[in-house]
Structure formats: structure tokens, C-alpha cells
């Protein structure tokens, strides 16, 4: 009977390890901060001319989306109110993405201070936001 205790205990611990493994790796990937654009634009732009890639968080800029069609290529400008920030984006913009959306976008720093970015990401506005008045 000592002999399956065991076994069932070495099972046991086995598991218990690969789940914290992955509760641990999901927390690490979505855990990713982001910065503003004038946080990026004091300091964080270091880290991605370094070849890491960032996250930063704006706003599009209203009359800034150039829609390449034949290239497939989209380029706007995020701002968060102080700064401003260029981007080039190759795909599709998800279904949400439209001038003063929020946006986090991740990608690289160019020498020519723009942000080429693999991934956009527009934050849903909320369904449950006050009516103006008179609507």
C-alpha cells in the first residue's frame, strides 16, 4: 500500500508543478506593461531601438489613418494629449480600430522615429457609457 501512496503523492507533486508552470507563463505574457506615448517618448524608445519589442497606449489621432490598399499597409499617429507618435502597421486593423480610438500597439523603434508595429490592439468601448444629454 506504501507504493501507491508514493506513486499517487510523485503524480500529485508532477501536476502541481505543470500547473503552476502554466498559471506562471500565462501571468508573465500578459503581464506585459505598456507605455504612454510621453513615457516612450522620455525613455522607452531606448528599449526598442535595443530590438525588444514595447507596448505603447494612445489614442489615434483624428484624420491620421493612410490606408495603403495595394501594399496593405496602415499608417496613423497615436497620441495620449502631449505627445504624438507615428506608426506603420502591415494587415488588417481589427474591427474596432477608427480615429480617437484607444489603441495598444507592440512593435519595434525605427531610426526614422516610427513605430512598426506586428500587433494593434483596440480597446472596445464600453456598451454601458451615460447618454449625452438630448440623445
Keep these: 500500500m506504501k507504493k501507491k501512496n508514493v506513486k499517487f503523492i510523485i503524480g500529485g507533486a508532477i501536476i502541481a508543478v505543470a500547473i503552476i508552470y502554466l498559471v506562471y507563463?500565462?501571468?508573465?505574457?500578459?503581464?506585459?506593461?505598456?507605455?504612454?506615448?510621453?513615457?516612450?517618448?522620455?525613455?522607452?524608445?531606448?528599449?526598442?531601438?535595443?530590438?525588444?519589442?514595447?507596448?505603447?497606449?494612445g489614442s489615434v489621432l483624428d484624420g491620421s489613418i493612410q490606408w495603403d490598399s495595394q501594399e496593405g499597409i496602415l499608417r496613423f499617429i497615436i497620441s495620449d494629449?502631449?505627445?504624438?507618435?507615428?506608426?506603420?502597421?502591415?494587415?488588417?486593423?481589427?474591427?474596432?480600430?477608427?480615429?480617437?480610438?484607444?489603441?495598444v500597439v507592440e512593435g519595434k523603434y525605427t531610426p526614422e522615429k516610427v513605430l512598426e508595429v506586428d500587433k494593434i490592439m483596440?480597446?472596445?468601448?464600453?456598451?454601458?457609457e451615460a447618454e449625452q444629454k438630448g440623445e
Design 25 to 57: 507563463s500565462g501571468i508573465q505574457e500578459t503581464a506585459l506593461y505598456y507605455f504612454t506615448v510621453s513615457e516612450f517618448k522620455e525613455g522607452g524608445f531606448s528599449l526598442a531601438y535595443g530590438g525588444e519589442s514595447v507596448r505603447v497606449n
Design 122 to 128: 483596440a480597446k472596445c468601448p464600453s456598451k454601458y
Design 81 to 103: 494629449g502631449e505627445n504624438e507618435l507615428p506608426i506603420i502597421y502591415q494587415g488588417v486593423a481589427p474591427d474596432t480600430f477608427k480615429s480617437g480610438a484607444e489603441v
